[in-house]
Every structure is written in C-alpha cells, then in structure tokens.
C-alpha cells in the first residue's frame, strides 16, 4: 500500500492519462471509492496536496468529498433508520435527532470537528430526518475551512521540500500558521459553547 500511495507512483500514474480531464474524472473517483471504503479524508488531502497543485488538489478533494457524502447520504436513506441503529446503537441515534433539529449549522459543526467517521456520518445523516439539500449544504460549509488548509498546506510544504526557496517556504509556513490559528479558533468555539 505504501508503494501504491508514494507520490512518485500516483504522479507516475495521473500522468498516463490522456488529457486534464480524463485525470481529474479519475482523481475524483478516486477520492469518492476511497472516502466510501473509510479511508480518512485528511489522508486523502494530504496525499492529493502533493500529488497535484494547491488549488487543483483542493477542487479534487472537495468534488471527491462531497460526491462520496451524498452517495453515503442516499445510501442511509435506503437502508433506513433501524437498520443504521443496528449497526451502532443508540448513540446513532441521538446522533440522527440532533441532526434532523439542527439541519445545516451541526452538518457543518460536525464536518469541523468529525465525532464519526466520514462515511458513518454520511450514512447515519441519510438515514436521519435530515434533508439532503441541508446534508450537502451544510457538509460543504464544514468541508471548505479544514479541507482547504490541509491540501493547500500539503501542497505548500511539499513544493517547499522539493524546491526550496523562500516564497516556497514562506507559503508553507503561512498555511501551516493557517492551520494553528484554524485549530485554534475551533477549539476556544467548542470550549465557549
């Protein structure tokens, strides 16, 4: 596995590939069979922040992230509540209540600080009261901040690494300031509320 996720082998790989195009498709369905198979979102933007250019990398995660949200979000809605709850208990299920009460801002809150995995949550939000323009909405609004900074930041620090020079480094240094400040920001909000 480690093989397969060098940098060097999924450049060598995104390469083969005809056009921009066909690589993006193909990243993107990447991103969204990996974030279903529950491999960690911050895995997956960090190793697309090497692979690819910062904004590039960061328009492949959120396609790849939010694609694979609202597939687990359909698919909870067919399997159903009682089904989920099976699977996990009844912490799902106070999940599934305060989703449904509080629709876009505790998509959001949960998508900044994830409780669950991301394709659980996906499935559990489906399978709640919750409807999927509120899911989507509110999974982009908490996707964007945390996505942005590790891709950008990934990005920043790998080309830093790879070409050091100053601007290099001083953008990797900015986005990891960035992300402190973000952390930072999220915890003393969590802590308050």
Same mark, same amino acid.
Request: proline share 5%.
């Given at each position: 596995?480690?093989?397969?996720?060098? @940098?060097?082998?999924?450049? +060598?790989?995104?390469? $083969?590939? @005809?056009?921009?195009?066909?690589?993006?498709?193909?990243?993107?369905?990447? &991103?969204?069979? +990996?974030?279903? %198979?529950?491999?960690?979102?911050?895995?997956?933007?960090?190793?697309?922040? &090497?692979? /690819?250019?910062?904004?590039?990398? #960061?328009?492949?995660?959120?396609?790849?992230?939010?694609?694979?949200?609202? =597939?687990? /979000?359909?698919?909870?809605?067919?399997?159903?509540?009682?089904?989920?709850?099976?699977?996990?208990?009844?912490? *799902?299920?106070?999940?599934?209540?305060? %989703?449904?009460? !509080?629709?876009?801002?505790?998509?959001?809150?949960?998508?900044?600080?994830?409780?669950?995995?991301?394709?659980? #949550?996906? =499935?559990?939000?489906?399978?709640?009261?919750? !409807?999927? !323009?509120? #899911?989507?909405?509110?999974?982009? =609004?908490?996707?964007?901040?945390?996505?942005?900074? *590790?891709?950008? #930041?990934?990005?920043?620090?790998?080309?830093?690494?790879?070409?050091?020079? $100053?601007?290099? &480094?001083?953008?990797?240094?900015?986005?990891?300031?960035?992300?402190?400040?973000?952390?930072?920001? *999220?915890?003393?909000? =969590?802590?308050?509320?």
């Amino acid at each position: 596995m480690q093989q397969w996720l060098a @940098p060097e082998q999924l450049t +060598a790989w995104a390469t $083969l590939l @005809p056009s921009p195009g066909a690589r993006a498709v193909a990243v993107v369905a990447a &991103i969204t069979v +990996a974030a279903l %198979l529950m491999v960690p979102l911050t895995a997956l933007a960090v190793i697309c922040g &090497i692979v /690819f250019p910062g904004w590039q990398a #960061f328009a492949y995660m959120m396609a790849g992230a939010l694609i694979s949200a609202a =597939l687990g /979000f359909v698919g909870g809605q067919l399997l159903g509540n009682r089904a989920i709850e099976r699977l996990n208990g009844s912490r *799902i299920n106070q999940l599934s209540r305060r %989703l449904a009460q !509080r629709g876009v801002l505790a998509v959001a809150i949960l998508r900044l600080v994830p409780i669950a995995p991301f394709a659980v #949550f996906n =499935l559990v939000a489906g399978a709640s009261h919750l !409807r999927f !323009r509120q #899911f989507m909405l509110g999974s982009l =609004l908490g996707l964007v901040p945390g996505l942005g900074a *590790i891709t950008l #930041f990934s990005a920043t620090l790998w080309e830093a690494a790879t070409s050091p020079s $100053l601007i290099n &480094i001083l953008w990797a240094l900015g986005f990891g300031l960035v992300l402190l400040v973000l952390a930072g920001l *999220i915890k003393r909000w =969590l802590r308050s509320g």
